[in-house]
């Protein structure tokens, strides 16, 4: 019934980003509706169905605004799956001083903290989602992102692909700054000599031609990038016979900049070169990291 529709379910935490996810799917061409009651989930997937394909991507908001109604949601999702609707569940969520501190700045209430403090709303709020959180197909952990990496998140899974073909996102990134949620694997270069200690090379990025002869100028590199490649070369087609369609791959040094932004331009190329689709994010490039902005919004 639901075979040719995609229907995505943003739900999580309030003050997590939720209003700012369902922008970016607008922004690549979703029908939105946000803080859509549970129970009028499968009469709307049924809507969308019978819209003579003029409705193929939708995205729709379901949280705890919707109170009491919340807690059909389960029933709503066994709903679509006896209807044959395919759906997926993105879950967003932050820490707690994240979101203490974006409901501070908004001066808003948190929706279940009555009386009580924004901490005790908030977990009341975790504890109540902790199911939902279970049959998430992707969770996405907002406390260090602004809301332009957000969008690029959200577009580099939801938007239109190219083809059908596996893609596969490289992101560098510095351990000090925390590692990606969402990596699938992680490879941790940290071993490698560290072009931070040579002057010359110090205000530098991986992405710079005397970097790139630094770091593989070294026997110790050349070793491990034939090792990683002849991995990747292995895995990513079992990957594929298995169905997937995204992988995230994390290259983690200790500040970002260089060992892994180098390594993941290098692995990235390798991977396109066996004709996967290929994407390299570099998450902590910026030698000064910019004070992280609050998401625009507490939804």
Request: aromatic share 8%; charged share 25%; proline share 4%.
């Amino acid at each position: 019934m639901g075979g040719n529709l995609q229907f995505i379910i943003i739900t999580g935490l309030s003050g997590a980003g939720k209003s700012e996810a369902v922008r970016c799917f607008e922004d690549m061409g979703f029908f939105c509706v946000d803080n859509l009651p549970p129970a009028l989930i499968p009469k709307f997937a049924e809507l969308c169905t019978q819209s003579a394909g003029k409705v193929k991507r939708v995205a729709i908001v379901s949280d705890i605004r919707g109170g009491d109604f919340f807690d059909s949601l389960f029933d709503a999702l066994q709903t679509l799956e006896n209807d044959g609707i395919l759906y997926q569940i993105i879950y967003l969520e932050a820490s707690n001083d994240c979101l203490i501190k974006r409901f501070k700045q908004t001066r808003r209430r948190h929706p279940m903290a009555s009386e009580g403090s924004i901490l005790e709303g908030i977990m009341a709020e975790r504890r109540r989602l902790e199911g939902l959180r279970g049959r998430a197909h992707k969770i996405i952990d907002t406390s260090n992102l602004t809301t332009r990496q957000l969008h690029a998140e959200l577009a580099r899974t939801y938007g239109e692909r190219e083809s059908d073909r596996l893609t596969v996102t490289f992101i560098s990134f510095g351990f000090k700054h925390g590692v990606p949620l969402d990596a699938d694997m992680v490879f941790d270069v940290r071993f490698l000599p560290n072009p931070h200690y040579v002057e010359s090379l110090q205000p530098l990025t991986g992405n710079h031609p005397d970097v790139v002869k630094y770091v593989m100028g070294w026997a110790v590199t050349k070793r491990f990038l034939a090792k990683v490649c002849d991995l990747l070369d292995f895995l990513l087609p079992q990957f594929v016979s298995e169905g997937k369609t995204h992988l995230i791959i994390g290259i983690g040094c200790t500040g970002g900049q260089h060992r892994s932004v180098m390594i993941a331009n290098h692995l990235g190329k390798f991977v396109q070169h066996l004709g996967y689709n290929t994407r390299v994010d570099h998450r902590d490039i910026d030698e000064e990291r910019p004070v992280l902005e609050p998401l625009a919004s507490t939804q």
